[in-house]
């Protein structure tokens, strides 16, 4: 059993920063890949950025230069430092977990999401 809760959501004027905080918590053995997905009113949910457990990371075209991925294993976090935000980027955020246990097989984590709104 594993809980991801995210923090750090609001509101925002353009131009401004938000930091995305996502902890993970329960029955952790090893993080794989942790990233963060939104998904704004009318539209899919779509990746903006992951990052391994090596370190890879890999942003979504739309946030290259303005966000940025990391992680902290030994505390199960993994952030997302948005800068420079636009009207566009609101919608609601999503933490994503690749968690394995103590001797059982890899699966997915979804946190409960947190709106950001960017707005003047």
């Known amino acids: 059993q594993v809980q991801l809760v995210e923090s750090g959501g609001g509101l925002v004027q353009p131009g401004g920063s938000l930091r995305l905080s996502c902890a993970a918590s329960?029955?952790?053995?090893?993080?794989?890949?942790m990233g963060w997905y939104r998904q704004a009113p009318g539209k899919e949910r779509e990746l903006v950025a992951e990052?391994?457990?090596?370190?890879?990371?890999n942003y979504a075209d739309s946030v290259k230069g303005r966000f940025t991925i990391s992680r902290d294993n030994a505390k199960y976090t993994v952030s997302l430092q948005m800068n420079s935000l636009k009207p566009e980027d609101t919608a609601v955020y999503y933490c994503n977990v690749a968690v394995a246990g103590w001797g059982t097989s890899w699966r997915n984590y979804w946190g409960q999401g947190t709106q950001v709104t960017v707005s003047s």
């Open positions: 329960g029955s952790i053995f090893r993080l794989g890949t």
């Open positions: 990052i391994s457990s090596t370190g890879i990371t």
